[in-house]
């Protein structure tokens, strides 16, 4: 997009307005100053939102000077759908437009796995709007929807949900989606997608999918812990320790090489596998700490906050990202701005 055009700058200063709003309900005048946009500019861009049934005016507040009317973004302006895909079933949700889980779905996967989603879809979604979907699967899958779409891996679904649950900055994090696959997320700046980690050996033999032996994912993921304890729920394995106290340890001595070769400050567990007692929790950090030279043994392992809701929650906050309020442009008109005052960087 050619930035310094008119007519994209005026839809880059809607995407400001739509993302200032996402934060909280805010006047228009509040508007102009947290963008730094005169005020006429806001009134035509608020106007045209309204308009567009993106935005809603509520009631007006009174103040001490002039009534102020507050803007707030229309939940109802249409929906986002995230789908999960594993290896016996998929899930389904719709979210409105600030991100709230509305309803969702689990079946079976089966031969007509785009037709039962699509079917599915169609009976949440209604009359609504869609603006996008967001699919999970650590998969190289071919999405065949009439929306546009994303595929994201389950790691960075968990990680972009508990960025949104927590409001201190979680920058330097290793996030590690524990469920029936391991997946891994560092976030630096933003958010990358490490799929070395699951396949760090951490044992002499135990035969991976990639073709070697001892990878943390022959080891300790959740499809492997299934055929060992024959258990189906993976939550009901987490919270056996005799079933976790030996992947727990896979899974700290993974962690231990991925903090050294990452630098990450601390680590999230996510995903059903992650709902491991406070015991387990307490061996793994002094594992962990153990591993560590003296200047990284400051390392925690940290809980989700989600817990096993992270994966459609974050993708349903991914999707929206993409497909209402396109924060990747503003991040993009953001590097730009950054290069452009530090052109020797």
């Given at each position: 997009?050619?930035?310094?055009?008119?007519?994209?700058?005026?839809?880059?200063?809607?995407?400001?307005?739509?993302?200032?709003?996402?934060?909280?309900?805010?006047?228009?005048?509040?508007?102009?100053?947290?963008?730094?946009?005169?005020?006429?500019?806001?009134?035509d861009i608020t106007e045209s939102l309204i308009k567009d049934g993106l935005i809603v005016e509520m009631e007006k507040e009174m103040t001490t000077g002039r009534p102020a009317t507050k803007l707030s973004i229309n939940r109802n302006a249409g929906r986002v759908f995230s789908i999960e895909?594993?290896?016996?079933?998929?899930?389904?949700?719709?979210?409105?437009?600030?991100?709230?889980?509305?309803?969702?779905?689990?079946?079976?996967?089966?031969?007509?796995?785009?037709?039962?989603?699509?079917?599915?879809?169609?009976?949440?979604?209604?009359?609504?709007?869609?603006?996008?979907?967001?699919?999970?699967?650590?998969?190289?899958?071919?999405?065949?929807?009439?929306?546009?779409?994303?595929?994201?891996?389950?790691?960075?679904?968990?990680?972009?949900?508990?960025?949104?649950?927590?409001?201190?900055?979680?920058?330097?994090?290793?996030?590690?989606?524990?469920?029936?696959?391991?997946?891994?997320?560092?976030?630096?700046?933003?958010?990358?997608?490490?799929?070395?980690?699951?396949?760090?050996?951490?044992?002499?033999?135990?035969?991976?999918?990639?073709?070697?032996?001892?990878?943390?994912?022959?080891?300790?993921?959740?499809?492997?812990?299934?055929?060992?304890?024959?258990?189906?729920?993976?939550?009901?394995?987490?919270?056996?320790?005799?079933?976790?106290?030996?992947?727990?340890?896979?899974?700290?001595?993974?962690?231990?090489?991925?903090?050294?070769?990452?630098?990450?400050?601390?680590?999230?567990?996510?995903?059903?596998?992650?709902?491991?007692?406070?015991?387990?929790?307490?061996?793994?950090?002094?594992?962990?700490?153990?591993?560590?030279?003296?200047?990284?043994?400051?390392?925690?392992?940290?809980?989700?906050?989600?817990?096993?809701?992270?994966?459609?929650?974050?993708?349903?906050?991914?999707?929206?990202?993409?497909?209402?309020?396109?924060?990747?442009?503003?991040?993009?008109?953001?590097?730009?701005?950054?290069?452009?005052?530090?052109?020797?960087?």
């Amino acid at each position: 997009m050619d930035f310094s055009r008119p007519d994209n700058a005026r839809k880059i200063n809607r995407i400001k307005v739509l993302n200032a709003l996402r934060t909280g309900n805010m006047s228009r005048a509040e508007l102009s100053r947290e963008l730094l946009i005169n005020k006429v500019s806001i009134s035509d861009i608020t106007e045209s939102l309204i308009k567009d049934g993106l935005i809603v005016e509520m009631e007006k507040e009174m103040t001490t000077g002039r009534p102020a009317t507050k803007l707030s973004i229309n939940r109802n302006a249409g929906r986002v759908f995230s789908i999960e895909l594993r290896k016996a079933s998929v899930s389904v949700s719709i979210s409105d437009t600030l991100g709230r889980v509305l309803r969702f779905e689990r079946m079976p996967r089966s031969e007509n796995l785009w037709q039962d989603i699509r079917a599915t879809c169609d009976r949440l979604g209604k009359d609504a709007k869609i603006f996008g979907a967001a699919v999970v699967s650590h998969e190289d899958v071919e999405i065949d929807l009439p929306w546009p779409s994303i595929l994201i891996c389950p790691a960075i679904a968990e990680a972009r949900a508990e960025i949104d649950y927590v409001t201190a900055s979680l920058d330097g994090f290793y996030f590690v989606s524990w469920n029936e696959t391991i997946e891994a997320a560092y976030l630096k700046n933003q958010l990358f997608d490490i799929k070395s980690f699951a396949h760090i050996r951490v044992a002499k033999s135990g035969k991976c999918s990639c073709g070697a032996e001892g990878c943390l994912e022959a080891v300790a993921s959740g499809e492997r812990l299934r055929e060992t304890t024959g258990l189906r729920s993976l939550r009901e394995i987490a919270l056996n320790d005799d079933f976790v106290r030996d992947p727990s340890r896979a899974m700290v001595f993974a962690l231990s090489q991925a903090v050294q070769a990452t630098g990450a400050r601390s680590v999230m567990l996510t995903g059903e596998l992650s709902a491991l007692s406070d015991q387990i929790y307490a061996d793994m950090q002094t594992k962990l700490t153990s591993y560590l030279p003296a200047e990284r043994k400051d390392v925690i392992i940290f809980r989700s906050n989600c817990k096993e809701g992270g994966l459609s929650i974050g993708a349903s906050i991914l999707a929206l990202d993409n497909f209402f309020y396109a924060s990747n442009i503003l991040e993009a008109l953001l590097k730009l701005e950054s290069s452009s005052l530090h052109p020797l960087t």
